[in-house]
Antibody, heavy 121, light 108 residues
Framework: QVQLVESGGGVVQPGRSLRLSCAAS????????MHWVRQAPGKGLEWVAF????????FYSDSVKGRFTISRDNSKNTLYLQVTSLRGEDTAAYYC??????????????WGKGTTVSVSS | SYVLTQPPSVSVAPGQTAMISCGGS??????VHWLQQKPGQAPVLVVH???DRPSGIPERLSGSKSGNTATLTINRVEAGDEADYFC???????????FGGGTKLTVL
């Protein structure tokens, strides 16, 4: 079945870095655009980043632009989010989500269960 | 930046109808999507492109749009519908995905 599984979260000190991964299965990963979306504890959903099917087009939220990098390896069916210069406000559950679009965003039809990042000294 | 406004909470008795609004300027020209998130779970898409339901979503859930407001309607509300609901659009001006603040649906 179609599945997205995130990993790589953990407790990290402010200013440090992490790489989050999202393993896709059950569908042709290379044919779909992908997103990262996060949710701080007790808060709503916040979009983080988008990549087209081939990784050539990316968009970022203003709050992470310049600190986070979205990328993908279609040969490994895996989406990544490199997060750097972490701040307390980056503490959240991070979800990857599939977009039915090919090159541009349409809507997110499949979501993973998330991986949690906690930024604390 | 583009803003979507939702009521923080909506309460309804079982069997009644719940209506959750999502307001935004010029929303009439945008495709609005709705997500349901139950406690401790990942979001689930329940309506896309204003009115379309993915397979497996009950017909009791429906989307509509009028003027500057999109609405998610849940007919014959059940205890299992208790969740947070988020509307979402793609802001083509800023190249950003925008979520509404979310509405907590409580079934009395």
């Amino acid at each position: 079945q179609v599945q997205l599984v995130e990993s790589g979260g953990g407790v990290v000190q402010p200013g440090r870095s992490l790489r989050l991964s999202c393993a896709a299965s059950g569908f042709t990963f290379s044919s779909y655009a992908m997103h990262w979306v996060r949710q701080a504890p007790g808060k709503g959903l916040e979009w983080v980043a988008f990549t087209s099917y081939d990784g050539k087009k990316t968009f970022y939220s203003d709050s992470v632009k310049g600190r986070f990098t979205i990328s993908r390896d279609n040969s490994k069916n895996t989406l990544y989010l490199q997060v750097t210069s972490l701040r307390g406000e980056d503490t959240a559950a991070y979800y990857c989500a599939r977009d039915v679009g090919f090159t541009g965003p349409l809507y997110m039809d499949v979501w993973g269960k998330g991986t949690t990042v906690s930024v604390s000294s | 930046s583009y803003v979507l406004t939702q009521p923080p909470s909506v309460s309804v008795a079982p069997g009644q109808t719940a209506m959750i609004s999502c307001g935004g300027s010029n929303i009439g020209s945008q495709s609005v999507h709705w997500l349901q998130q139950k406690p401790g779970q990942a979001p689930v898409l329940v309506v896309h492109d204003d009115t379309d339901r993915p397979s497996g979503i009950p017909e009791r859930l429906s989307g509509s749009k009028s003027g500057n407001t999109a609405t998610l309607t849940i007919n014959r509300v059940e205890a299992g519908d208790e969740a947070d609901y988020f509307c979402q659009v793609w802001d083509t001006i800023g190249d950003h995905v925008v979520f509404g603040g979310g509405t907590k649906l409580t079934v009395l």
